[in-house]
């Protein structure tokens, strides 16, 4: 495949000839294999499956940063709103299999669900970049970085407590999509559910890199991302790609939050985590930088699983601290990012947004 | 509490030399008016009931942290997305500073009056070590990394339960020997007073002028001989301090501290949709907004049991509204009123 080939060469330039990188993407690889060692394959493979899905939030995120200069704090409300849909539209048919078995529904229904996500978060995405991003575009004469950061504060503000005050606070979950026993990979058992979130992870991404570069709409959204004005004179109406583009990444968050309904769950606040996380893949892979993303979230993941796996005690005056954990998933992040920003500003794929440094 | 531009031909009487020094401190005629209805509330029915004074505390506590908040947002155009974590960093060192009890690994017992003012320093110089790291680079930078940070502090509160007894909380000793709440009020009122002249102060001197040159255009800031890094980490760091000494007061006057409370980021934007409300740069504008928000939201919060969470989907209504229709906020409507009355007068 063309496409493929051409987003695995593009991952090889970005990754020699880069210090910072081939310290980082080193470094994660023997991480990698120590938790191979130390907590069993499964840890490896759990951490592939999260690292895929930290890498579609993220490209979502770099792309929205990339053409709208946007800094999307609502992105994990998209990814509630997916998670929303998944099950609305999961559970019933569920239910109605129960009594009347059939296996072609019961295969599809996922799929279904999380097609509705996404279908929902296209819709979701263009109805607030008309609603809110446009207006805002027109009113902005300086500062749009900033303010734009604060209208999607607003917006998550709104539909996190919009969603507790209509649905209530409480969990809806499901335990599984499929009901078939999980897969069998050399010694490791693997739930179909986390193998099958993968590779839509996987599948989303190599479709966007596609259209981005191989299609005309694509060209023109990449375009935009690099020059707004030159991009403008070349006929293209920023009024299409705007929408289309934030519609594109929320749809994406839409689909990684319907796809992981079986681990996160659907509550109000359950954006929070895949935020944070997404923005870290951002900020640690450079702002904007979309293939940096997509590497950054197996980086991530691989460093989240090192930090719940090995875990040690500080006696302090008689008092023990332990200092790991999944507890600790919260702190160590800061700290990777101190360093990052303390040696390279703008990432470790380079920021691809004009100018990291204040201009 | 507004400053608007005065007339100079009081200047020469004493009162005009009176409203000239309240002037250079930000409080004008209106201002000072308001001001003092606002600390004479509590005395008249039906104010003074004891629920009535809480409300006006938490008032003017929000007051108090929308001004210091709107000193970097509105100033430097740079969002402190870790102010509550920040304010919760305060509160927890003067309250482990205070702590007697043995239930946690240290027992220091220092006053809560000396407490509050570590605590400040301490938010201070993570302000500092913060703004020195993130300032050179653009502000969304700074931003996101306040929120990390912010949530790393939340994590190790959460976490370091020998020293905060993590998500149980802990119960500071408090500020005054009474349980009464107009004591209180009165010291918070003082300590938003205090917060908003300092900051006035600086904001009137060249530093508030490059300050603003700063959040306007930077490059023309900088062809001026301004260094912004060095003005812009100086401007964060002042803010954090505050809200530490901020944070110092909640603990030791609720009495009860806990990691979700007090350092989420919601709380953040609390003070941030206040702010915008409020009107951004001008910085009274969030702080008188705050006490009729108060009264506002917990009439809500106590009449409409059966919806949670109303206020908070009004809250951001109300910052998304005032983003897209009127970026001025209450404060540019106020000077929009002010020109338009003079406007009357002149031609009239």
Do not use: C
Request: aromatic share 12%.
């Amino acid at each position: 495949m063309k496409e493929q080939s051409s987003l695995g060469s593009t991952l090889v330039k970005k990754l020699t000839g880069n210090l910072a990188a081939t310290i980082v993407v080193g470094t994660t690889l023997v991480l990698a294999v120590v938790i191979g060692v130390e907590g069993g394959p499964s840890q490896v493979i759990n951490s592939i499956v999260t690292g895929g899905m930290w890498a579609l939030l993220a490209v979502g995120l770099a792309l929205v940063f990339g053409v709208m200069n946007v800094p999307h704090f609502a992105h994990g409300e998209s990814f509630m709103v997916g998670a929303y849909v998944a099950y609305f539209v999961f559970n019933p048919i569920h239910t109605s299999l129960k009594e009347n078995p059939n296996t072609f529904l019961g295969v599809t229904a996922p799929f279904l669900a999380m097609l509705a996500a996404a279908v929902a978060g296209l819709i979701l995405g263009v109805i607030l970049e008309r609603l809110l991003f446009y207006p805002l575009r027109l009113k902005t004469k300086s500062g749009w970085v900033m303010n734009a950061f604060l209208l999607t504060v607003g917006i998550s503000f709104i539909l996190t407590n919009g969603t507790t005050l209509t649905l209530g606070p409480n969990f809806r979950g499901i335990p599984r999509y499929w009901d078939v026993p999980p897969l069998q990979v050399g010694s490791v058992r693997v739930a179909v559910d986390r193998i099958i979130a993968f590779f839509i992870a996987i599948i989303s991404i190599v479709a966007l890199w596609f259209f981005l570069r191989q299609t005309r709409t694509g060209r023109a959204i990449r375009a935009v991302s690099q020059d707004e004005l030159g991009a403008q004179m070349m006929g293209i109406n920023l009024n299409f790609i705007y929408p289309l583009t934030f519609a594109l990444a929320t749809a994406m968050a839409a689909l990684s939050g319907a796809s992981l309904l079986f681990m996160f769950q659907a509550y109000p606040t359950v954006g929070l985590k895949p935020l944070y996380f997404a923005w870290y893949v951002v900020m640690l892979a450079g702002l904007g930088n979309v293939v940096g993303a997509i590497v950054g979230g197996f980086i991530v993941a691989v460093l989240q699983s090192a930090t719940q796996l090995f875990t040690f005690t500080v006696t302090v005056l008689g008092h023990e601290f332990q200092i790991g954990g999944i507890a600790w998933e919260d702190v160590i992040p800061t700290f990777v990012m101190i360093i990052v920003l303390l040696v390279v500003p703008s990432g470790i794929f380079g920021s691809e947004v004009k100018g990291v440094q204040e201009q | 509490m507004a400053s608007i531009e005065m007339e100079r031909k009081n200047d020469a009487s004493p009162l005009g030399a009176i409203t000239a020094a309240m002037k250079r401190i930000g409080i004008s005629p209106l201002g000072l008016v308001l001001l003092v209805v606002v600390a004479l509330l509590p005395l008249i029915p039906p104010f003074n009931q004891e629920h009535m004074v809480r409300w006006l505390i938490m008032g003017a506590f929000l007051a108090a942290q929308a001004i210091a908040f709107d000193f970097t947002a509105g100033y430097i155009n740079v969002v402190n997305f870790g102010f509550a974590a920040l304010l919760g960093l305060g509160a927890y060192t003067s309250a482990i500073l205070a702590n007697k009890s043995p239930v946690l690994m240290v027992q220091p017992g220092l006053s809560p009056w000396i407490g509050i003012w570590i605590g400040a320093i301490v938010a201070g110089l993570v302000g500092l070590g913060l703004g020195w790291l993130t300032l050179r680079l653009r502000g969304i930078f700074a931003a996101v990394m306040a929120w990390f940070v912010g949530i790393a502090l939340m994590g190790l509160v959460r976490n370091l339960t020998p020293l905060t007894r993590g998500p149980l909380g802990m119960n500071p000793s408090s500020l005054l020997n009474t349980t009464a709440n107009l004591p209180y009020y009165y010291i918070i009122l003082i300590m938003m007073l205090a917060v908003y002249v300092s900051l006035r102060l600086v904001t009137e001197s060249h530093y508030g002028l490059a300050f603003k040159a700063i959040g306007q255009n930077l490059d023309a800031a900088r062809a001026s001989g301004i260094n912004p890094t060095r003005y812009r980490v100086f401007n964060f760091a002042l803010s954090s301090l505050f809200a530490g000494w901020l944070g110092g007061f909640y603990a030791h006057y609720y009495g009860s501290l806990t990691p979700q409370t007090l350092m989420h980021t919601s709380k953040t934007v609390e003070v941030l949709a206040l702010v915008y409300i409020g009107g951004r740069g001008s910085m009274w504008g969030g702080m008188f907004i705050a006490f009729p928000f108060v009264f506002f939201i917990e009439y809500l919060r106590s009449n409409l049991t059966e919806l949670p969470g109303l206020h908070l989907v009004i809250y951001g209504l109300l910052m998304v509204l005032v983003m897209i229709l009127y970026p001025d906020g209450l404060a540019g409507l106020y000077n929009w009123a002010v020109e338009k009355i003079k406007g009357l007068g002149n031609s009239g």
